[in-house]
Nanobody, 124 residues
Framework: QVQLVESGGGLVQAGGSTRLSCAAS????????MGWFRQAPGKEREFVAA????????LYADSVKGRFTISRDNAKNTVYLQMNSLKAEDTAVYYC?????????????????WGQGTQVTVSS
């Protein structure tokens, strides 16, 4: 089993930046694809970003492209989401997810492991 724990986030002003971290423990594998999803109040959870096993391939939702950057450090079993130029509509609970497939992918159903989520609130 793999455990994912997110950290970071909190209250950020519009236009500001913050970085989320996701630490993996348990039966971790550097061959897992990793992703970030988010869920705003009253809305369904949506894909944000994904990275393949090596960090060489990334995938982004159109709404965050150019503002967010996903990366990973396999030596630390940690995935990051750098969030810049934040907007009020980025306010959501952000979830880290792990897939047994090595590729970067946006489909939520392909992710097996999920963190508990961390709140990001952007004040305008």
């Amino acid at each position: 089993q793999v455990q994912l724990v997110e950290s970071g986030g909190g209250l950020v002003q519009a236009g500001g930046s913050t970085r989320l971290s996701c630490a993996a423990s348990g039966r971790t594998s550097s061959n897992y694809g990793m992703g970030w999803f988010r869920q705003a109040p009253g809305k369904e959870r949506e894909f944000v970003a994904a990275v393949n096993w090596s960090g060489g391939t990334t995938l982004y939702a159109d709404s965050v492209k150019g503002r967010f950057t996903i990366s990973r450090d396999n030596a630390k079993n940690t995935v990051y989401l750098q969030m810049n130029s934040l907007k009020a509509e980025d306010t959501a609970v952000y979830y880290c997810a792990g897939s047994r497939q090595a590729v970067a992918q946006a489909r939520e159903l392909l992710y097996t492991y999920w963190g508990q989520g961390t709140q990001v609130t952007v004040s305008s």
